[in-house]
């Protein structure tokens, strides 16, 4: 039910506000490596990079991925960048995908990130033909590039609205899970668990699983009672963000090293280190102890914290 109020509370607060799409997201495509490749690109081939990359833009910016009307300084601000390392035909590609995706933080100029991921290398194939558009149905397989595209806009909408509100992304969750269920028969790569520890599948399965239901309130605690609120009240602030620390702790003892709590780590950890290093001793410690639990390699850039 608190969810539900959410998800209507979100829905009337943009209804008052003028209207466009969710995202607002930069696309790059990094064609450099095909250089040194048996399929080196013509200098006329340049376009066909330029086409790639004004479709993906057009293809995450100008669609509506909800039922909600975002303002336009609510539009989520993401980029994504395709890095090409080979070319089997003149419509086949094989690349690596790295998503990076930014959170104002209230009342300040300052952005947090979100999610900044990068697939395992050459895990990302699909094919671009300039003639077509790119079609999307998350519960229709058109095309690795709309699906994989399709997919992380749903992962990151369900943490952009887990950041707002308790499970307020679980319906984008859920959306990500039917788009990897639906592209998991077409035989791509990064579709299935087997695949790889970093493959699209275990986003979707850490995030959807109930035994891992704590993720959620991470992101919560995190950014909405935390960062939001470092103007008003630096040490409830700085509570909240223990706690969400705490909840990734949760998370770590049900599974170890599972890839949304790294991923977590690795976004945030300059951001807990800055935090953190004024902060009282007693604070110091906890977050020390945590991060030593969840990320022994990052307890190194807590060396100058007055914990013994």
């Not at 909800?66 to 390392?85: A, V």
């Not at 599948?201 to 991470?218: D, I, K, P």
């Not at 630096?234 to 049900?254: D, E, F, M, W």
Request: charged share 20%; with cysteine; hydrophobic share 35%.
């Amino acid at each position: 039910m608190q969810r539900k109020i959410f998800i209507l509370l979100i829905m009337c607060f943009f209804c008052a506000f003028g209207y466009t799409q969710e995202f607002r997201c930069s696309v790059n495509i990094n064609y450099q490596k095909l250089q040194s490749t048996t399929q080196q690109y013509e200098t006329g081939d340049i376009k066909i990079f330029e086409n790639m990359k004004r479709a993906i833009e057009d293809f995450i910016n100008a669609r509506h991925w909800t039922n909600l009307e975002l303002e336009q300084n609510e539009r989520l601000d993401c980029s994504l960048n395709i890095i090409l390392s080979q070319r089997s035909s003149a419509t086949d590609f094989t690349g690596q995908i790295s998503i990076q995706l930014r959170r104002p933080v209230f009342n300040s100029n300052y952005t947090s990130g979100l999610f900044n991921y990068i697939e395992g290398n050459n895990d990302f194939t699909f094919s671009f033909n300039e003639s077509q558009p790119l079609e999307f149905d998350p519960n229709s397989f058109y095309d690795n590039l709309s699906s994989t595209l399709g997919f992380y806009c749903y992962i990151m909408l369900g943490m952009y609205f887990d950041s707002f509100g308790p499970n307020g992304g679980e319906p984008f969750f859920e959306m990500a899970r039917t788009i990897a269920q639906t592209a998991s028969t077409s035989g791509n790569k990064g579709w299935k668990a087997s695949d790889s520890q970093k493959s699209r599948y275990w986003f979707m399965e850490n995030h959807t699983n109930s035994a891992y239901e704590a993720l959620h309130s991470v992101y919560y605690y995190y950014y909405r009672l935390g960062l939001d609120m470092m103007t008003k009240d630096q040490p409830i602030a700085r509570q909240n963000i223990i706690q969400s620390l705490k909840y990734l702790q949760q998370v770590h003892k049900k599974r170890s090293n599972l890839l949304s709590v790294t991923q977590f780590i690795d976004v945030n950890m300059a951001e807990i280190v800055s935090i953190f290093t004024p902060a009282p001793a007693d604070e110091q410690k906890i977050v020390h102890t945590i991060i030593k639990e969840l990320s022994p390699i990052n307890v190194a850039k807590l060396k100058d914290w007055n914990v013994k």
